[in-house]
């Protein structure tokens, strides 16, 4: 059977990079976060993935069509070379996210990655208008004492994570690569600028970077204002109904 | 595990073919066209494909079965080599999806294929009974330009397409072979003819090729007319249970 | 990944024998008439196959456990050998299917095998109280001028067969295998031994043998009983449930 | 595509050793039996197993993430070797649970393992408050009178064992190796301390040795008064809720 491929165009140079991970999941907080970086620092994408493991679905763009992938972006932050990995998709079943976490780990560690850093939603089922919070887990006790004073939030009774941001972890942990998980709390039906917000907000913290997220933050703007709307639409057509209602009974 | 099969009976010589798809999809409108080529042009069959990712089932006609399948043809369209490939099946599982486009594009790369038609269906609810518009999608931005003046037509909010038309064109652009994807407006829950001979009507547009349409314009109005007796007898059935309903008020 | 294995426990002498093929599915009708001919003409089995493929549990008969399996057995009918595969499951996904059915036609193959005769049901949703019709349908178009005259019957608007009884002769087509499947018309949501015995009535007529179905015959009175009494039941319930809704109107 | 790894950190010396199996399952009897071993005689772990079919999650506890995996423990049991396998997950589909089990009797063999025991529950829909019992099903007919005698009691009419349990004495019976699996009753969707303690009496009884039970009780008598309770709150919102009733009908 065909396996999944990991494509380099070129192998840049970098030094004990880091390496961010933000695909599609809940709220698409992590995806967001991580094309922010990518825009704000134009990192430059030197590789991508393909796999079997996809969807077998191609996607669309003003008439031209795209094989699902995920991508490797390179960008420089404060001195830092870091890895970015973004996509359209996760696999779509178990021996999938295995087979992808692991050429991502062969990759990652191809460049000698000593630190990687996943971004994610945590679903609470409420939308955050002012600041969500960022929860962290990490692969390696040490890492909660070298966190900690960063603010690295602890959740406890967790449930499990589930796709690549909690696999590249776990299998990172079995090869002695240590990294952290960040996800920001969210809605988790909505797609959420703010929460990618926080997590950014709760990294950059981290790793010592700058970056502006005012685009996040209108993006958000944008998000609540069609709520707003969509549930001023609602209030208007259910004081309708009722009005009704009304009429009906007294006739 | 074993592979999917693609078995050549023999190795026709061709210069530069096109490869058509028509497997199998929404409302059968690619299956419907290619096999009409096949019909028309009286296309001869070189090879087949058999595959452990179809489903395990085997079809029967007249008394005999045969074990699913994907079948390539070829045949001389005003002086082109065209490989059609057609069948009665596609993949069960992402993985068998992925696996078979590759074989296909494996065999399409031996005969050096210039380009790739998929022919499919667009699901829009609704059955027309005139011309259903055709709607296309390329793999690389320069086919937009080339095939611009056919009247190839974008559109805008596409969702992704799924299976071996989407596949073909999105694993073929990693492999540098373009193509385009027409797929004809559809109910979705009919076998439509008719769109299939939008389908044909644009593509011969694009290939400068004519192709007599009148078996599928038939197949279409018997459909229409059998659409017809459906509704005229649904309408009695209801008119005889409204008028039941009276006269047992009445009684 | 673990494949599926073929146990031959002894090669045994044959010449050009027939494969008979009857694992679990609608009625049980194939199991039954292939186990039937195993207890009545004292098959010996020769080998089994184990395989990943098959569901991950173990069956229980009298506090001992065994793991899912099909079997091959020989037997020695009016002087040709015949070769009868059974067992307790089928493959459990579509690439399983397509492994087994291999498997099985690569044991055939090794033992020269001239015919295979698949045997299973045909569901109805009705009971035939009397003797269910047998279907016959073939791998190639030889056998029906071959097997017309034994009554082997067509029918007409078939739909696919699921499973390994169609996949045998399906994949077995594509190695010049010839093969017959026999269905037996059953309900499909009972144990039909007596479509069973027509089953077996219908290849003993093809194949020149006699073979004693009393035993068939005999669960299949039982069956019936079983049913009648259920009706009854049945019935008795309602007519007490009517009585007591009048009482209590009465009252 | 990537297979399930043994790793063993080393090979500890070990003489013809028993293998007690307690993954979760139904009432996760099996498991709460073997980590309370586990504990009371403080195993040494010397081994996991990581695997693609394994779900693709990781579990967390107090902010520390790790891998689904299964693990091998070593104890002496009354001067008998035992390895024990643990953990938190079952293969998520059936080729996986295939792979599992016969890489964990590869394992088994390799140190000559001599007996297999497997714990599991059997679901009845009833807790036991006094003493579950516990039924034994073995892979060879010898077992069964060479443990009658220890009280090994059969259960008639049992549908098959699903999962390891049943697959490591299914798959073992081929390769000669004999075992045992003892199915404590179960109310099936409660975790379930006093079933395992019935297991563990049943396997202490059969092995020969002495195990503290106390907390496995413990634990059961917190589960009960948590029942207790949960049962209290739900009879008096029942009474409150028919004394607004009745309210309400005065009213």
């Known amino acids: ?15 004990k990079p880091l390496l ?42 003003s008439g031209i069509l795209s094989p699902a992938k995920n991508e490797f972006y390179l960008v ?17 079943s178990s021996e999938g996210h295995y087979e992808l976490a692991n050429k991502v780990l062969d990759t990652a560690e191809s460049f000698d ?12 089922g409420q939308y ?17 004492e070298e966190y900690g004073s960063d603010g690295l939030v602890i959740r406890e009774g967790t449930g499990p994570i589930i796709g690549i941001s909690g696999l590249l972890l776990g299998l990172g942990s079995l090869r002695s690569i240590r990294g952290v998980c960040l996800l920001g709390e969210t809605h988790g039906m909505l797609v959420d600028h703010r929460s990618a917000r926080s997590v950014l907000e709760a990294l950059s ?13 209108e993006h958000a703007k944008k998000t609540e204002s069609i ?25």
């Open 113 to 124: 990655v000593s630190r990687i850093f996943t971004l994610g939603g945590y679903a609470t």
């Open 128 to 144: 955050s208008k002012s600041q969500p919070k960022v929860f962290g887990v990490v692969n390696h006790p040490k890492l909660l």
């Open 205 to 217: 913290s981290m790793l010592d970077f700058k970056v502006d997220l005012s685009k996040l933050e």
């Open 227 to 251: 709520l707003r709307r969509m549930r001023k639409v609602e209030k208007l057509r259910k004081r309708r109904k009722e009005r009704e209602e009304e009429v009906s009974y007294i006739g």
């Open 20 to 61: 961010i991970e933000g695909l599609p999941g809940i709220g698409y907080v992590g995806k967001l976060a991580a094309e922010h970086l990518i825009e704000e620092f134009e990192a430059e994408k030197f590789g991508e993935i393909n796999s079997p493991f996809f969807p077998h679905h191609v996607s669309i763009d």
């Open 76 to 92: 420089e932050l404060e001195g830092k070379d870091v890895i970015i990995l973004v996509g359209d998709v996760q696999a779509t």
């Open 1 to 15: 059977m065909i396996e999944s491929e990991v494509k380099l165009f070129n192998r840049p140079k970098m030094e």
